[in-house]
């Protein structure tokens, strides 16, 4: 069976620190990859989307950068964290497009920056 | 742009109650409309989804949706509460036509009550 792993679970970061999140997915390939934010008031943000190695989809400017060096592997990351990136990220895998295969979540990163 | 709206982010209903979840959805290619709920600190599982084809769609754990085009609405509804339905329920709509991508409303938390 599939399984998504995420980690850390909680961070808490100083602002102006580097940032790496790391998600991977076991059991499936050529997943679909997403990062979303959820954040106080703002609901579930999307901010990235991969649907191959190498191929990320932005679809928010943002302190943020994502990557995904191995087709199971997907990483956010940021080289200098603001208050404002504090929020609750999750990433999520489909083994093909929204049309017929449903999200799957991780349990998601609680990043406080401070 | 796609985008999706919930109306109320809290809503309060007594445990034998009707559930009503409100969601409009602005879409500029068909629109495909899901229904996802969070659990306190974890990720989203997939409720129900509306592609084609019966506008009433059933899910999960007795909830249902229809989708009603001339409203733009795709309200998630449940006959009778129980405890265990407290949640946050998010709607969430395809991104683009090659669906690739969810756009997630804001969310609304429901509290059951005894």
């Known amino acids: 069976s599939q399984t998504i792993h995420q980690w850390p679970a909680t961070l808490v970061q100083p602002v102006g620190s580097p940032l790496s999140l790391e998600c991977t997915v076991e059991g499936t390939s050529n997943p679909n990859l997403y990062w979303y934010r959820q954040a106080a008031g703002r609901g579930l943000q999307l901010l990235f989307y991969?649907?191959?190695?190498?191929?990320i989809s932005s679809e928010v400017p943002q302190n943020l950068s994502a990557s995904r060096p191995q087709d199971r592997q997907f990483i956010l990351s940021s080289k200098k964290l603001l208050l404002s990136d504090s929020g609750f990220y999750l990433c999520?895998?489909?083994?093909?497009?929204?049309?017929?295969?449903?999200?799957?979540f991780g349990n998601g990163t609680r990043l406080t920056v401070t | 742009a796609q985008s999706v709206t919930q109306l109320g982010s809290h809503v309060s209903v007594s445990e034998g109650a009707l559930v009503l979840l409100r969601c409009n959805y602005s879409s500029s290619v068909p629109p495909y409309l899901f229904w996802y709920v969070q659990y306190p600190n974890q990720g989203l599982q997939l409720l129900l989804k509306?592609?084609?084809?019966?506008?009433l769609v059933k899910g999960i754990n007795g909830f249902e949706a229809e989708f009603k085009k001339s409203e733009t609405s795709f309200h998630l509804t449940k006959p009778s509460a129980h405890m265990s339905d407290a949640a946050e329920y998010f709607c969430?709509?395809?991104?683009?036509?090659?669906?690739?991508?969810?756009?997630f409303g804001k969310g609304t938390t429901l509290s059951v009550s005894s």
């Open positions: 509306y592609t084609t084809g019966a506008t």
């Open positions: 999520a895998w489909s083994p093909g497009t929204a049309y017929n295969s449903p999200l799957h």
């Open positions: 991969s649907v191959g190695i190498g191929q």
């Open positions: 969430a709509v395809i991104l683009n036509q090659a669906g690739t991508a969810l756009i």
